[in-house]
């Protein structure tokens, strides 16, 4: 069973906190909607879940079962997105 758990994620660019202590859990099968107004840091979070930038604090954990590391190559294979820009 594939999941996703984010722990007191956060990430600031230049002093200023674009996530701040996000904390969540996404089993398989789940559908997760992320909306926001511009600038609200969700394009961030998906480029941290996805492995493209590296969180300032916290963590992400991705795996099958009950433990197992996180992999971004993996994740990114799995991850559905859609861009607003499309």
């Given amino acids: 069973m594939l999941w996703l758990r984010l722990a007191n994620l956060s990430k600031s660019f230049d002093g200023t906190k674009v996530l701040d202590s996000l904390s969540l859990r996404v089993d398989q099968g789940t559908v997760l909607s992320v909306s926001g107004r511009n600038g609200s840091g969700k394009t961030t979070l998906l480029r941290i879940i996805a492995g493209l930038l ?12 009950d433990e197992s590391p996180w992999e971004p190559a993996r994740l990114r294979q799995e991850l559905g997105y859609v861009s607003p820009e499309l």
């Fill in 54 to 65: 590296r969180p300032s604090g916290g963590s992400v954990e991705c795996g099958e079962g």
